[in-house]
């Protein structure tokens, strides 16, 4: 048993035993099993079912939203997609009804897991581990190529829909448990009647993996990654087990790597042409802050803090140690020493061979110093020469800036920016956050709790999102207020109050019971 509370991710694929295993060499001929799953599990159910597992996730403390390590994870996720779409694997049934969606875990274990309906999740630890965007990239793949191939849908093919929302119900005790602390619950959980039917329910077979392999490979490829990176993450991950295996690696537990597998791996590379890798110092930054975002102790950030007394290894290790000294001084509010660690990684990436994007990852952290110290104007001339970055994670420092500049007009602009973005992308908790704090800060109260709202039902905590609604509607009944928006927050409450009856039909087929309410309340105020 892990000596501290269990996680999301932990307790989740413990439920559902998705855990993914290593690429290898899979044999040519292995049919497409996938292909005719789709008559015994329609694809709408498994989205729905997805949906409902990450209506938990989401709200969970370790569901990590960081704009800018999930901006590198989502552009590496993105040209596999795009190639599953080409090559046929995405066909017209799942292309626009699955989410397609790659989400982070804060957790140090390495491990990454396919969910029913197009998600999947990559735990910190997993990225901090690897040494170039194409071992990410190979992982990435194979599980994509769960998803492709219906895996998911073909273990629970003979299960009623009462049994799959029983399960995703089996789920959410988990988390539940996992939430509250209590580690004996979450035991018992796991190791329940129900969890062991879902594991079994929900496995991989060894023909799954090996199909895996084989799609995740050709997607790879087809993407433009450098196949060696497959090849490289393979025995990276091999060495790491042998070495120090605490039960951190869960992805090699349940899939041990053999010799014939790794022989295999090593075949493949001969038959195709080698890709110079690409990205190397971004990705040793994008690793460096995987390793001090997994784990926020104290006494963990101050040896991540030391990595800036000398790093042995090659430039790009050295580079991504100086990074996490530097965003680890941030998170200890060492100012000195995260100044001199930045300093240091500037110059060094200088002598590297400057890379466009890893000098805006070094940009975006020096702004980050500047936003903790409370230091508007010293953020904003970091950020520009970005002026022309309309990116995501521009968007959301700038807003973090402007929560501290003195100027209104500042608040202004960045809430308006705020205000188009979701309007574009409403699932978008952060920016909703994000927005009901600059409305606050410029006396819109109305706007601001109207907006802390939306964020909970972007996380799909709809009793959360009624709640803080009905506190809004509530105080737009005194003098003075606005009552456009109050108008907006009546609207937007009826209609989430019919989605809630509707989830409630869904999850009590033969009727809710008097006072039922979704199995997920909000755990913390944002």
Do not use: C
């Not at 300093?343 to 940009?363: C, F, K, M, N, V």
């Not at 409403?426 to 709790?449: H, T, Y």
């Amino acid at each position: 048993m892990m000596n501290r509370p269990r996680r999301l991710a932990v307790a989740l694929v413990a439920a559902l035993s998705l855990s993914a295993t290593p690429l290898t060499q899979a044999q040519v001929s292995l049919p497409a099993l996938g292909d005719s799953v789709s008559q015994d599990l329609d694809v709408n159910d498994e989205r729905r079912f997805g949906d409902q597992i990450m209506r938990q996730i989401r709200v969970d403390p370790d569901y990590l939203d960081d704009p800018m390590l999930l901006e590198y994870v989502q552009r590496l996720w993105a040209p596999l997609v795009a190639s599953g779409r080409q090559l046929g694997h995405i066909g017209e049934d799942t292309s626009t009804r699955f989410a397609w969606e790659v989400f982070l875990v804060r957790d140090r274990s390495v491990n990454a897991f396919a969910l029913p309906g197009g998600f999947v999740g990559v735990h910190l630890g997993l990225i901090a581990m690897t040494g170039a965007p194409d071992e990410l990239a190979s992982v990435l793949a194979h599980e994509l190529s769960h998803v492709t191939q219906r895996h998911i849908a073909r273990r629970m093919v003979g299960d009623s829909r009462n049994s799959l929302l029983a399960t995703a119900g089996m789920i959410a005790a988990i988390l539940a448990a996992s939430r509250s602390g209590n580690a004996n619950a979450v035991q018992a959980a796991i190791v329940g009647s129900q969890a062991a039917a879902a594991a079994a329910s929900l496995s991989f077979s060894r023909d799954m993996e090996r199909e895996a392999d084989r799609v995740g490979f050709n997607l790879m490829g087809h993407a433009g990654y450098a196949p060696a990176g497959m090849m490289s993450m393979f025995e990276r991950m091999e060495q790491a087990y042998h070495l120090m295996d605490s039960g951190a690696y869960p992805y090699l537990r349940s899939h041990p790597l053999t010799s014939e597998r790794i022989g295999e791996a090593r075949s493949r590379l001969g038959a195709v042409a080698p890709v110079r890798p690409q990205g190397l110092a971004e990705h040793a930054l994008m690793a460096a802050r995987a390793r001090v975002l997994m784990d926020g102790r104290a006494e963990i950030l101050a040896q991540q803090q030391g990595l800036d007394a000398g790093t042995r290894g090659n430039a790009y290790e050295q580079l991504g140690a100086r990074y996490a000294s530097a965003l680890a001084s941030i998170k200890l509010r060492n100012w000195p020493r995260a100044e001199t660690a930045l300093h240091s990684a500037e110059q060094l990436l200088e002598l590297i061979g400057d890379e466009a994007r890893a000098r805006r990852a070094l940009r975006l952290l020096r702004a980050e110093l500047a936003q903790a110290q409370e230091q508007s104007d010293r953020g904003y001339a970091a950020l520009a020469p970005l002026a022309k970055d309309r990116s995501r994670p521009l968007m959301m420092q700038r807003a973090q800036l402007a929560i501290y500049d003195a100027d209104p007009q500042a608040a202004r602009d960045a809430a308006e920016a705020l205000q188009t973005h979701v309007s574009l992308n409403p699932r978008d908790a952060l920016a909703w956050n994000l927005l009901a704090q600059l409305w606050q800060k410029l006396d819109r109260p109305l706007r601001s709790v109207r907006a802390l709202g939306e964020a909970r039902a972007a996380m799909g905590d709809l009793n959360g999102a009624i709640d803080r609604l009905r506190s809004g509607l509530n105080q737009s009944r005194g003098p003075q207020v606005d009552q456009i928006e109050a108008a907006v927050i009546d609207a937007r409450l009826r209609s989430l109050i019919y989605e809630r009856r509707q989830l409630l039909a869904e999850l009590y087929p033969r009727g809710a019971p008097p006072g039922a309410e979704l199995p997920l309340r909000s755990s913390a105020a944002p």
